[in-house]
């Protein structure tokens, strides 16, 4: 298979473990408490199945909707294990809890930011567009403290450690190197594809074109276009990163994602080889998983 035929497979990282995506199928692998590797299976329905994947812009709102529901339960799922409870979080109160996760995220990285944009104008009596710009700093301050933040505990290290397996696994996979432990880890804990580069993607395009829109005298109105513009950044951002990541041969695009990868070096850590195990387990059983569907 060429290096442009290779599925562009993704993951995330949860508690003591890694959750490895594939086109068909998805597999989680933990490390239990008493050191085993254990994994979770379950086929892809759905959105990840259905031709709106398919349409540009809106195909990455679709999926980052889906992305957070599986992730979600993936992290429930991850932690149930570790805490030997079988209580899983689905249907409406994994709606609920995702809705309020949305909310929460809007008003920390949108909302204050354009308040303060707002007070910042009005107080010093700047330039509306100064003042736009402004709220784009001060969002893009936010993001990057608060990820630094998290990462200071140790329960998020360690997550972070996962992450970077994950990462590992698959830039081994691409490079069509063998997946054990000792050759993975020779490999970069960043990842043009990562959730990480889609957020800052999002926070970059926000301060163009928050920026761009000039005027807005009203608080409330300056607050209800950042959220309503918030679909149409999303999928501009996931259009971005799709792109950047199918064209990495281009010195130009390689110079263009180094923030993107960057950043990733606040949400990653070196894995330890329990970590890599683990990843490896995870990509290798969604692999299986994946064939068995295509060969049914």
Known sequence: MSKETLPAYGGQAVIEGVMMRGARAVAIAMRSPDGEIVTHTEPLTGIYISKLRKVPFLRGLLLLWDALGLGMRALTISANLQSGEDEQLEGFPLFLTLVT????????????????????????EV??????????????????????????????????????????????????????????????????????????????????????????????????????????????AYEYLRWTANHLDSPLVRWMIKPNLALQRLTTREPDKEMLEVGITAFKTMRKLEEEFAEG
């Open 127 to 236: 330039s509306p567009w100064v003042g736009n710009l402004f709220e784009g700093l001060v969002r893009l301050a936010i993001l990057i403290g608060y990820i630094w933040a998290i990462g200071l505990t140790k329960d998020i290290r360690r997550v972070f450690g996962y992450h970077g397996a994950e990462h590992k696994t698959i830039n081994a996979f691409e490079a069509r190197t063998e997946l054990t432990p000792e050759q993975v880890a020779k490999y970069s804990v960043e990842h043009p594809r990562c959730g990480t580069a889609f957020l800052l993607n999002l926070v970059v395009l926000s301060i163009l074109v928050f920026t761009m829109i000039g005027p807005i005298d009203s608080l409330w109105l300056r607050l209800g276009v950042r959220v309503l513009l918030i679909p149409a950044l999303a999928g501009l």
């Open 101 to 124: 996760s949305l909310a929460f995220a809007i008003a920390l990285f949108f909302l204050l930011p354009a308040t303060a944009g707002h007070f910042f104008e009005r107080t010093l």
